[in-house]
């Protein structure tokens, strides 16, 4: 079968086509490496604005790098000063929060910016929305029970540190002395809504806590905030004028930390026995 000219002039356009689209691809991959290197180049050198430039522009010019949004990311986040508290700092904090979750939006599982946002919400003082975050991960069932217990556990540090703030204030935690021994009593804060307040993060603490070792019952962060928790509510017990409920959580405390002990001493013996397979000279 003879093909016409005009069929093997289109199949010859066709192939040419083809092959300058291929070559351009591998020349904008070529040209946004080229990018990064001066993005980097610049990093070292600690011109972050400079550096953020060259990651965008090779981002432009291969948008399916996968490098580009990452250092991006890591450069807008390098850009924001801890503890400076100005509306322009503020900004720079909250862009690296979007930066990252644009990562995030095509690779979920990204940890560095997940955890980069944590930090960053932590670093602003926005805590509604770092709960938020936090509990977005804690109720999501496509992440693993080990990730969701991360995540509760998290949020059950927060409300026993909100707890903790009240019942160890000054007025709230008195020492006294018995037979010559420092002796502490705690008594109501003079605001109810204080221990109103106290109370409930206990409450929701202890609900948190529990539901992270469901889904991981060796979660060492997880058992020992419930302790924690529990230490609280033994406390705040006390200033109710409940002896026997104070002495049921103080059991139920030890309980838990002997768990969170225990996991702890586990820990620490394979990171011992890591250490020393990596210090061990290879045959």
């Given at each position: ?158 409300d026993w540190d909100c707890s903790y703030k009240i019942t160890e204030l000054p007025d709230v935690k008195l020492t006294t002395s018995e037979g010559g021994k420092p002796h502490v009593v705690y008594q109501k804060p003079k605001d109810q809504k204080d221990f109103d307040t106290a109370q409930k993060c206990v409450a929701r603490g202890l609900e948190e806590a529990e539901t992270a070792i469901k889904l991981d019952p ?66």
């Amino acid at each position: 079968m003879r093909l016409s000219w005009s069929r093997i002039g289109a199949t010859a356009i066709l192939a040419l086509f083809v092959a300058a689209t291929a070559g351009c691809a591998l020349v904008n991959k070529v040209r946004a490496k080229n990018e990064l290197n001066d993005a980097a180049k610049a990093y070292r050198e600690g011109h972050f604005d400079e550096a953020e430039q060259h990651a965008k522009r090779a981002l432009t010019i291969d948008p399916s790098n996968p490098t580009a949004p990452i250092f991006i990311a890591r450069v807008i986040h390098q850009q924001y000063k801890p503890g400076v508290d100005t509306p322009e700092n503020i900004a720079k904090a909250k862009e690296a929060i979007e930066a990252y979750r644009r990562i995030l939006e095509k690779d979920p599982t990204n940890d560095e910016a997940y955890k980069a946002i944590s930090v960053l919400y932590a670093a602003i003082k926005d805590d509604p929305k770092l709960r938020e975050w936090i509990g977005k991960r804690a109720n999501d069932p496509n992440m693993s029970n080990e990730k969701r217990a991360e995540a509760y556990a998290i949020l059950a540090g927060k409300d026993w540190d909100c707890s903790y703030k009240i019942t160890e204030l000054p007025d709230v935690k008195l020492t006294t002395s018995e037979g010559g021994k420092p002796h502490v009593v705690y008594q109501k804060p003079k605001d109810q809504k204080d221990f109103d307040t106290a109370q409930k993060c206990v409450a929701r603490g202890l609900e948190e806590a529990e539901t992270a070792i469901k889904l991981d019952p060796n979660n060492e962060s997880a058992w020992s905030y419930k302790t924690n928790l529990l230490l609280e509510a033994a406390k705040l017990a006390e200033m109710d004028g409940k002896a026997d409920m104070k002495a049921q959580y103080q059991k139920q405390a030890e309980v838990a930390g002997k768990r969170a002990t225990a996991l702890a001493d586990e820990r620490r013996k394979k990171e011992e026995a890591a250490d020393a397979a990596a210090a061990s000279p290879t045959p």
